[in-house]
């Protein structure tokens, strides 16, 4: 058996080169639909960093997509496919749209962003929390409840919106706008001294917590008892049994987790930029963190780039769009998707090629190819 | 009895599109290959159906444009899942966000119209057939409506999905095929022994549940509609698979589920708004959530068990 490939190769050179082969797959529908992949590139950079008002936009969706990836990851270390964060963040918004309603005209926006913090992981929690109870005592497959409560939570969320929460004669099913109380301040000042300005850009506070949630992520999963009984969980559900660990409260427990951070997604388009509880602000973003999830390997220190990388693709491809009509903002979901095929399904499809590379043989052995293959080895 | 004979019409025009990709689902499924890749096959499909309908003014050729897009989609997830040993629902999301992001952005490449199709003409669709004897029929009390309204005057790929479950059904349990089918879908290890080729049955099954779904596409874009609209399945695919599990993986089960989800999707469209006796004025979003609703209560367990195939999910290996 081959000596395992250096650390270095297998979390950065394969990831690397997964997430090019993408790239060079969308550079060919590309060229495919007859434009120049290499202009194109260059519009989609020049857009998303162009200028401080770009870089605002590229962090804003940034923020969004770290919690969203934050989300499927916990999850993925217990060995949980959480594809419900679209669902989540949109109840996680009913959270944070029922705090600011009833509270935005009474107290700051310091008093009320906490409480708003509170509503969204609350409200995303909870509703992770029966697809976890039920994957955990009947058994129920969490990836096919989950998408069932995506399309529940949509349901619910159009007949809130239509309904209770709409705004008297309003066209839009949405509710009123915040007061001053349920908007919190931009994050223009912080970048204004490297000479950036961010104009009207929606980037906002979130983006600070967002940060510090992924810094607490990391902490819980790889400093606290809690994170090493969910990795063992995650790796072997029977190792984790024999030794005692309590699989029903781990796995519960992990699904609002995820929850809670797919619902403080939220905080960040209701609070910091439309200041408004309106139809279908997710957009997406819960599907995104499955991408940003793979690609930055379930690490808080992966997943922040990844989301950058996304942002920087959702901003500089509201731009492209805008440059080349050919190509429409629809890229974004193509190369969100060869991301998760080439970075998640074929993850080691170049392995074996690599560590011919590194191993200096002509082919890998038969045990090597089962070793690599085996599904203890994805994350 | 007009009413209700309408509103039967309509839920089996709601539920072939179902059926057909339940059916899909059936087949992967079956053979262990878990596939929530439906919804963009589905979508895939129905694009390039409409878009060579459109170029070619042929529906059949637009049929089996979708057939062949739908199983290069299969195919894809297959490489993934099954010769790549890589995690089946990772790979089955891939292929709807592909599918989607490729229909638009061709859409909008060929055609210039926000990634819709150009509007069909008849005779570049599925139009709707009469079936013998309808107006001789259609005056007798009871038998005619049913005869002349609610059976006749579909279009030909919805006969094909009703004829598939009884299809399907002997395939799958009256077949050697089926038999390797199945079996690979419990016990791959015990097929392997036996000397057959695990991959090569799993792959026969996503390449069927790549033709049906591509049919399930074409009945949406050249069959109901005249053309493809961008997200056209809307959440299809997924209630298919909800109607897999309520069926518990069954084809004369999967049928009545999808029914039961195509009536519930016709009585949304037919009384929307409109006060119902007892009950009142039901919110049109409940209709809409009530088939997620009820798999996942069924999935609790609480009404009967679903037991899905034992291996499904799980790359098959060889012992080293």
Not at chain 1, 197 to 217: E, H, Q
Request: aromatic share 10%.
């Amino acid at each position: 058996m081959n000596a395992p490939l250096p650390r270095w190769v297998d979390i950065g050179l394969i990831p690397l080169i997964n997430v090019a082969v993408a790239f060079i797959v969308a550079g060919l529908v590309v060229m495919f639909v007859g434009e120049s992949p290499v202009t194109a590139a260059y519009l989609m950079v020049k857009g998303a960093f162009g200028n401080g008002y770009n870089i605002g936009f590229t962090l804003f969706y940034a923020t969004t997509f770290i919690f969203t990836g934050l989300a499927v990851a916990v999850a993925a270390h217990a060995g949980l496919f959480n594809i419900g964060g679209e669902g989540q963040a949109y109840i996680g918004g009913l959270g944070v749209g029922l705090v600011c309603l009833s509270l935005d005209s009474i107290l700051p926006w310091w008093l009320t962003f906490p409480l708003a913090i509170a509503g969204a992981a609350v409200f995303g929690a909870a509703w992770a929390y029966i697809p976890a109870l039920l994957q955990a005592t009947r058994g129920s497959h969490v990836v096919i409840t989950t998408i069932m409560f995506n399309f529940i939570a949509s349901a619910l969320m159009v007949y809130l919106l239509a309904g209770v929460l709409h705004k008297e004669g309003d066209p839009a099913p949405q509710t009123r706008d915040f007061a001053a109380g349920g908007q919190i301040p931009k994050l223009d000042w912080l970048f204004k001294p490297l000479g950036l300005d961010m104009g009207s850009s929606p980037l906002n506070i979130t983006f600070l917590l967002a940060l510090i949630a992924a810094f607490v992520v990391w902490v819980i999963i790889w400093r606290t008892r809690f994170g090493y009984e969910v990795r063992t969980l995650g790796i072997s559900p029977r190792a984790a049994k024999y030794a005692g660990m309590r699989e029903v409260r781990l796995t519960v427990l992990i699904m609002m987790i995820s929850g809670g951070l797919a619902g403080m997604m939220a905080l960040n388009p209701v609070m910091g930029d439309q200041a408004r509880l309106q139809l279908d602000f997710v957009e997406g973003a819960g599907f995104v963190g499955i991408a940003v999830a793979l690609m930055g390997r379930s690490h808080p220190a992966g997943i922040v780039p990844a989301a950058i990388l996304f942002g920087a693709l959702y901003q500089g491809g509201s731009e492209l769009a805008f440059d080349m009509p050919t190509i429409t903002r629809d890229m974004i979901v193509l190369i969100q998707g060869l991301v998760i095929l080439f970075a998640g399904a074929m993850g080691s499809l170049f392995t074996p090629a690599v560590a011919r590379v590194f191993a200096g043989v002509s082919g890998p052995s038969k045990s090597d190819r089962t070793r690599y293959g085996s599904p203890e080895e994805k994350a | 009895m007009d009413t209700l004979v309408q509103l039967l019409d309509l839920t089996v025009r709601s539920s072939v599109p179902l059926l057909l990709a339940c059916l899909a689902g059936l087949y992967s499924e079956r053979s262990g290959i878990v596939d929530i890749g439906l919804e963009g096959k589905m979508l895939g499909g129905a694009f390039a159906a409409a878009a060579t309908a459109a170029l070619t003014g042929s529906a059949w050729l637009g049929l089996l444009a979708a057939i062949a897009v739908s199983v290069l989609f299969s195919l894809i997830h297959g490489f993934a899942s099954i010769t790549n040993r890589g995690d089946q629902i990772v790979s089955g999301v891939a292929i709807n966000f592909i599918a989607a992001g490729l229909a638009a952005l061709v859409g909008q490449a060929w055609f210039n119209q926000g990634g819709r199709t150009p509007q069909l003409q008849s005779e570049q669709r599925f139009g709707e057939l009469d079936l013998p004897f309808v107006e001789a029929l259609a005056d007798v009390p009871l038998v005619g409506p049913i005869y002349s309204d609610l059976i006749s005057g579909h279009n030909l790929i919805a006969y094909i999905a009703f004829v598939l479950v009884p299809v399907t059904w002997w395939v799958l349990f009256r077949t050697r095929f089926g038999l390797r089918l199945r079996a690979v879908g419990e016990n791959p290890a015990a097929v392997d022994t036996a000397g057959i080729s695990v991959s090569w049955a799993r792959y026969r099954a996503v390449i069927c549940c790549g033709i049906l779904c591509g049919i399930a596409g074409a009945y949406l874009s050249i069959g109901v509609s005249a053309g493809y609209v961008k997200d056209m399945t809307a959440g299809r695919g997924f209630i298919a698979l909800a109607a897999l599990i309520f069926a518990k993986w069954r084809p004369v089960s999967a049928m009545w589920a999808c029914l039961l989800f195509g009536f519930l999707g016709a009585i949304e469209i037919r009384y929307q708004g409109v006060a119902l006796p007892i009950v009142g004025i039901v919110p049109v979003q409940l209709m809409q959530a009530l088939p997620y609703i009820l798999t996942v209560v069924l999935l609790a367990g609480f009404i009967g068990r679903a037991i899905p195939p034992r291996a499904g999910g799980v790359p098959y290996s060889k012992e080293r």
